[in-house]
């Protein structure tokens, strides 16, 4: 059931010596189970826990490939499927994730610690959930909420607990539908990142990979249309945007200003 998964296998929408090689990428996770005595205000100790809860599957893909590559427990067992997240991370310059940062790395990053993997290799993350809390006030900033206010689309409806209980207990039924919930998290989040991308604070710079110094640094197009200064407590710099993307950004070379006398 299972496949050998390497590094030669994976679908690069880029050749590997040039451009950034953007990974979006969204796990699923088993509960914890654990003995409790109500459903309420419960305090559950070390040792009332049964099994700790565990990465189940992920769905990943190269920004810019159609392909969405899918892992799992049921498809591959759990170790080839964490060693598959593990090549592909380190494989890429940039992860682009919804709420990574503090759920999905932190759970992959104990399954490598767990299989006596060394840390992938490293990256420059981008949790979209972390853009919409700091640039916009959105009712909710759950990814389905934003994604269907921006129209481009919405996660795929599932029957809830029951579809991971249908998993942990092997249905067949539960895993298409698992799959395919997986799978359009990545898609979505995809096209909410093209849509947020001039938006993105501190994104790693597109144009340094790309080899274009011209380029926009938020999306390594263009052109850049020149539009004002932007000054600092002692420099100025020509500000741009960009026509393609609608970032803005910066001269690397500041202006010169002309200087009092005094200080």
């Not at 067992?77 to 090549?87: K, L, N, V």
């Not at 890429?92 to 060394?118: C, M, V, W």
């Not at 039924?173 to 993105?200: C, F, G, S």
Request: charged share 25%; hydrophobic share 35%.
């Amino acid at each position: 059931m299972g496949r050998h998964y390497d590094v030669e296998a994976v679908d690069y929408p880029l050749d590997l010596s040039t451009g950034m090689k953007k990974l979006i990428i969204d796990i699923e996770t088993s509960p914890n189970l654990a003995y409790v005595w109500g459903l309420w205000n419960q305090n559950v100790a070390i040792n009332q826990i049964e099994q700790s809860g565990a990465v189940i599957c992920f769905a990943a893909k190269w920004h810019g490939s159609k392909k969405v590559m899918f892992h799992s427990d049921y498809h591959d067992g759990h170790d080839e499927m964490i060693g598959a997240a593990h090549e592909l991370i380190s494989s890429a310059d940039t992860l682009i994730h919804y709420n990574g940062k503090a759920f999905d790395l932190k759970h992959l990053q104990r399954e490598f610690l767990l299989s006596d993997r060394p840390p992938a290799s490293p990256h420059v993350d981008v949790d979209l959930l972390r853009t919409v809390r700091s640039q916009f006030r959105f009712p909710s900033n759950k990814l389905t909420y934003v994604a269907e206010a921006l129209g481009i689309g919405k996660k795929t409806p599932h029957t809830g607990f029951d579809l991971w209980l249908g998993c942990m207990t092997g249905d067949e039924k539960a895993w298409k539908l698992m799959k395919r919930y997986n799978v359009q998290d990545v898609r979505l989040t995809e096209e909410l990142y093209d849509h947020l991308l001039p938006w993105i604070p501190n994104h790693p710079n597109v144009a340094l990979y790309d080899d274009k110094p011209d380029a926009c640094p938020q999306c390594g197009g263009g052109p850049l249309k020149s539009n004002g200064h932007r000054s600092t407590g002692t420099m100025r710099y020509r500000r741009y945007q960009c026509l393609k993307c609608g970032a803005w950004c910066r001269s690397r070379v500041a202006e010169p200003v002309a200087r009092p006398d005094y200080v």
